[in-house]
């Protein structure tokens, strides 16, 4: 059980029965009476925010989460089936995984979250590397910014911006936590 003293930015809570993150955290000490301890919540199953205030008396429960490495399988419909070690599937729906899924690969190592036996987070490994199966011409023209790109689609059908100099063929790593280009392996 935690107390208001240990709130901090990333603990997870429970209430009403549903699993918290806090997202943000401010402390603040009036002159008179208990410190107040301000909180911005996300839900971890709806994805909801909701923003609280408590009091230094306040109680949380500790929600039942346990972290576990899976491996990816294969994809049926609007699930995607992981394996853990004891080879049972784990069936996860696309709404838990987001754009998450474009990154998946066969046999890809993920680590899962689990909440009352149910995946409720999956966090796939920092970057990813992906083949450009479709990409525009780069046009040269301002690039006095340095910021110029252009639509790119890789394997899996997720699409990014790409820099110029990024070609259909080449072998690009993308951050799986943003959704951005890194860099290119090789082209």
């Given at each position: ?30 002159g ?40 990816f399988?294969?994809?049926?419909g ?110």
């Amino acid at each position: 059980m935690y107390t208001a003293s240990d709130l901090r930015k990333g603990l997870k809570i429970e209430i009403d029965g549903q699993p918290w993150i806090i997202t943000d955290f401010d402390f603040s000490k009036p002159g008179k009476g208990q410190a107040i301890y301000n909180c911005k919540l996300k839900n971890m199953l709806t994805g909801s925010t909701m923003s609280r205030s408590y009091r230094s008396n306040d109680k949380f429960e500790k929600p039942e989460l346990s972290q576990t490495t899976i491996r990816f399988s294969y994809e049926d419909g609007n699930a995607y089936v992981f394996l853990n070690d004891s080879f049972e599937e784990i069936r996860v729906s696309g709404d838990v995984l987001g754009d998450k899924k474009y990154f998946l690969m066969d046999d890809m190592e993920v680590d899962a979250l689990f909440f009352n036996g149910e995946v409720i987070e999956v966090e796939l490994p920092n970057l990813v590397e992906r083949k450009v199966i479709k990409c525009e011409v780069g046009a040269k023209g301002n690039t006095a910014s340095g910021k110029v790109t252009k639509p790119a689609v890789v394997e899996g059908g997720y699409e990014l911006p790409v820099p110029l100099f990024v070609n259909e063929g080449d072998i690009i790593r993308i951050d799986t936590r943003t959704g951005e280009y890194s860099d290119r392996i090789r082209s």
